[in-house]
């Protein structure tokens, strides 16, 4: 079974800074291979992916909401990407997913390019 494991969320104020993890231990296939890709879902609102690092080449995308002031990176060796989110606003306050898939093309921001997704951790951020 694939887990993803994602942590890190928190309570912080405006213009705080947060960073979450998304591991996956014992991934059962080449991590590299896969994108990796956050998503977030804020209350009454649909989902929303916001970062994504890809598998292979490691492009990385952003979502114009959260461009200059997210961070996704990826330690192999460990299975894990990160999320340093710096800069926080009231409208980030989401629960936030990681999910894996293998990526064909660009189409990162879609959910049903991911066949793996973590439980969620919950961001919220104070005004």
């Known amino acids: 079974e694939v887990q993803l494991q994602a942590s890190g969320g928190g309570l912080v104020q405006t213009g705080g800074s947060l960073r979450l993890s998304c591991v996956a231990p014992?991934?059962?296939?080449?991590?590299?291979?896969?994108?990796i890709a956050w998503f977030r879902q804020a209350p009454g609102k649909e989902r929303e992916a916001i970062s994504c690092?890809?598998?292979?080449?490691?492009?990385?995308y952003y979502a114009n909401s959260v461009k200059g002031r997210f961070t996704i990176s990826k330690e192999s060796a460990k299975n894990t990407v990160y999320l340093q989110m710096n800069r926080l606003r009231p409208e980030d306050t989401a629960v936030y997913y990681c999910?894996?898939?293998?990526?064909?093309?660009?189409?990162?921001?879609?959910?049903?390019?991911?066949?793996?997704w973590g439980q969620g951790t919950l961001v919220t951020v104070s005004s």
């Open positions: 999910a894996a898939g293998l990526l064909y093309g660009d189409s990162w921001y879609m959910d049903h390019e991911y066949d793996y």
């Open positions: 014992g991934f059962p296939y080449d991590f590299d291979d896969y994108a």
């Open positions: 690092i890809n598998g292979g080449d490691g492009k990385i």
